[in-house]
């Protein structure tokens, strides 16, 4: 499906958050679902006395599965992805969610609170979920307060939110600065699969460390394109180099001295 890339931006501008609804056709959907079934059945659950029943998500999926490889190199994503936050960005982090059955809502929280700069301010995360699933107020859809990336305090109080209800196949995509939940799951044996693609300016420091997580001989195994998006490159002058080079040259020589 063709994107209009310019009006999907202007939302998550304006709103801070926005939905593409058709983004993955029925065969890449099918693809995903049936590749990444072993990951989502191995998800559980913890209960809690502050927090109820919720899902545990599967994080470092970069290391576990190639099944999101081609989605994350998705020339739509990326577009939208650049426009937000420039041509200079990263992976952040990869998980699969699912929750199940009886979860409880999340607290409310935005994403870029690591970052201790003062609000608002520019973007510096653009986070997605992608659904495998119906994402509906019943089974756990997000819950948004729409222009809340815009807000300069805290949440004192909490305001009403907005559920993001969308089909299988949608894409959701958001300001790291928009306070959000993951809704609570009322049904009796629906689960809500989605896979969370996160994304921050390249020269801030990822939420789950790529360079140990994704094993080397992994990552000298991936196109140069997706190397460059988990952090196997040059940013802003220079960052990030070793011995003034990518460190992917320093990730190959190692491994070649290892097997010699």
Known sequence: MEINIPKVVQRVNEHGYAVVPEFLDLKVLSRLRSDLKPIFDA???RESEKFGQQTLHTHNLLAKTRAVDELLLDDRLLSLIEEILGPDFQVSGVAAMRPGPGDRR????????????????????????????PFTAQNGATEVIP???????????EPATVTVEMPAGGLLLWDGALWHRGGGNSTKDSYRRS???NF???????????????????????PERL????????????LGSVDYQNPIETVKQRLNEHAL
């Open 43 to 45: 998800i559980g659950s």
């Open 147 to 157: 222009k809340s990336h815009r807000f300069k305090e805290r949440l004192s109080q």
């Open 227 to 238: 190397q460059a998006l988990i952090g196997y490159k040059l940013t802003n002058f220079g």
């Open 195 to 197: 896979i969370n693609v």
């Open 200 to 222: 921050n300016l390249a020269w801030l420091k990822q939420r789950e460390n790529q360079f140990v997580g994704v094993p080397p001989e992994v990552v000298v195994a991936m």
């Open 106 to 133: 999340q607290h409310l929280h935005t994403d870029d609170g690591h970052y201790p700069i003062p609000r608002p301010h520019p973007p510096l995360i653009v986070n997605t979920l992608i659904a495998l699933d």
